[in-house]
Each structure stands twice: as C-alpha cells, then as structure tokens.
C-alpha cells in the first residue's frame, strides 16, 4: 500500500516568507509525528497527533511554528517568517496505534532552504 | 543530557566483514528500542523493534540485540547495499515521543 507522502520535496523560501509543508500519513494510522533532521544532528521530535486528543506541541522551537491535522488525516506544518536556521529535512511519521511500541513509518521528508 | 548515544558516528568495512553497532540509552523505563536504516534523500525505514532485555531480532545479515543498557545491531558478511546510516530510537514511560540517537554512518567497500 501507499506509504506517508511528503510535499513538497523540497522548498527554497527567502528569509522572512511563510512556508507550508504537507503531510499525508498511511490510511487508517491514528498517531501522526513531525520531526526535523539537520546536518549532522539527530531527528528533532516537533509535534505529536493522536486520534482527536489535544496535539504534543512540546517539540515546536518557537510559536513562529504550527500544526494542524484535519480530519485525523493530512497535517500541514507551517513556519511563519522563516529563519536561516530553520533550514533543516522535515520528516512526518505515521503509527497505527497509539501506543509508543508500534513503529514509526516515516515519508521521504521535505528539505527546506531559507535563503 | 543525551537519552540516546550512537558509536560509532562512523564505521568503514570491507564487503564481508562483520562488525556491531553500539546504542545505549538512559531513560526510566524503556518501552521500546528501534532501529531504522536511513539512506540519504530517504526517510528513516523501519527495521526492528525490541521490548526487553534478552530479546534478539534477525532480518537477513542484520541482528539487533537488547540489554538493560544498551543494544548492538550486528552486521554479518556485508554487502556494498547495507551502506546507510543506522538509527537507534527509544520510547519511555510516559512519554510519547520516539527519541533518536545521532546515527552510525556505514559504508561497506567492495
């Protein structure tokens, strides 16, 4: 079947402009993430969805940062007046449970360039 | 204060030559330990899940294995395809955030 699906791939935006990445998780998976991975670094948890219960925003680095998920499916994430040091892969993750011990079935991510 | 700490960063071998990767973790109560293989311009591909120490996985020439503190991916007679960069990931206790390490870069030279 389909896997997460990620748009788009990449997206080069000047400092300062809004950007709106998408997310389209696996049919039937509850649990929604958002991660970031710079160079170098490790992945970045930014926010947790899970069925209708209240979003985990502990992740976001700063409120220049949001999410939605609508209709418990697709989840855009939207950076408001970027900053070069936003530029990082974004990976959205879907689970089709709620409980931490099922995996984590990442998209291929979206790189973002702030110029 | 690092959960998860990944050696090493980097890893060179010969095609056929076994070796290990090292993940150790500090958390209070582990709920599950991952593993993903990342190639570049992909996302994270899941490959194992482990859930108590003793607990041994297998997929091809890949073997996870879990203690109370750390876990070992072991690579048995690699091929140039297993080149990827291996991540290691924890759930704990409440809390619902899967935590990663920084990764081992593998290249397997033919």
């Known amino acids: 079947g389909a896997g997460v699906s990620q748009s788009p791939s990449n997206k080069v935006t000047e400092k300062g402009k809004d950007v709106e990445l998408r997310c389209d998780p696996i049919s039937g998976h509850t649990a929604l993430y958002w991660y970031r991975q710079s160079l170098g670094q490790g992945l970045e948890f930014l926010i947790y969805f899970q069925g209708n219960s209240a979003p985990d925003k502990s992740g976001l680095p700063s409120d220049r940062f949001s999410a939605e998920r609508t209709g418990g499916s697709v989840s855009t994430l939207t950076i408001q007046r970027t900053q070069q040091e936003d530029s990082a892969v974004y990976l959205c993750?879907?689970?089709?449970?709620?409980?931490?011990?099922?995996?984590?079935?990442f998209g291929n991510g979206t790189r973002l360039t702030v110029t | 204060e690092d959960q998860v700490t990944q050696s090493p960063e980097a890893l060179r071998l010969q095609e056929g030559e076994s070796s290990s990767l090292n993940c150790s973790y500090t958390?209070?109560?582990?709920?599950?330990l991952f593993w993903y293989r990342q190639d570049p311009g992909k996302g994270p591909e899941f490959l194992f899940t482990?859930?108590?120490a003793g607990e041994e996985k297998e997929k091809e020439r890949l073997k996870a294995t879990l203690t109370k503190k750390e876990s070992f991916l072991h690579i048995t007679a690699p091929k140039p395809e297993d080149s990827a960069t291996y991540l290691c990931a924890v759930f704990e206790y409440g809390n619902e955030k899967l935590t990663f390490g920084t990764g081992t870069r593998l290249t397997i030279i033919p």
């Open positions: 482990l859930y108590s």
């Open positions: 993750a879907s689970s089709s449970r709620d409980r931490g011990e099922s995996p984590l079935h």
């Open positions: 958390v209070s109560g582990l709920r599950g």
